[in-house]
């Protein structure tokens, strides 16, 4: 079983920077896929990125390419967002969710385990 917690959200400004932060427990992710999805009310949740573990192979959804990057960090078993450039579009609910499968996945069924989500808010 693996447990997932989000931090990092918050209030900003369109143009600044945030970092969100997942705390994974329970199992080790190296080897893992992990990813971040977003959701806004009344919308289904939504792909921003994921990374293999094992290689680091990262994949964007094309909404926040070169805003936004995923990483590891394997010794903390922390997954981490850097979002710059945020845009009032870009307010949602993250999620921080994990795979013991190897691939780009994007959809939600790919994923076996999530966190609860943190709110990020950008005003324009």
């Known amino acids: 079983q693996v447990q997932l917690m989000e931090s990092g959200g918050g209030l900003v400004q369109a143009g600044s920077s945030l970092r969100l932060s997942c705390a994974a427990s329970?199992?080790?992710?190296?080897?893992?896929?992990m990813a971040w999805f977003r959701q806004t009310p009344g919308k289904e949740r939504e792909f921003v990125t994921c990374i293999m573990g094992s290689g680091g192979t990262t994949y964007y959804a094309d909404s926040v390419k070169g805003r936004f990057t995923i990483s590891w960090d394997n010794a903390q078993n922390r997954i981490y967002l850097q979002m710059n450039s945020l845009k009032p579009e870009d307010t949602a609910v993250y999620y921080c969710a994990v795979t013991p499968f190897v691939g780009t996945f994007t959809t939600l069924s790919n994923y076996h385990y999530w966190g609860q989500g943190t709110q990020v808010t950008v005003s324009s």
């Open positions: 329970g199992r080790t992710l190296s080897s893992w896929t």
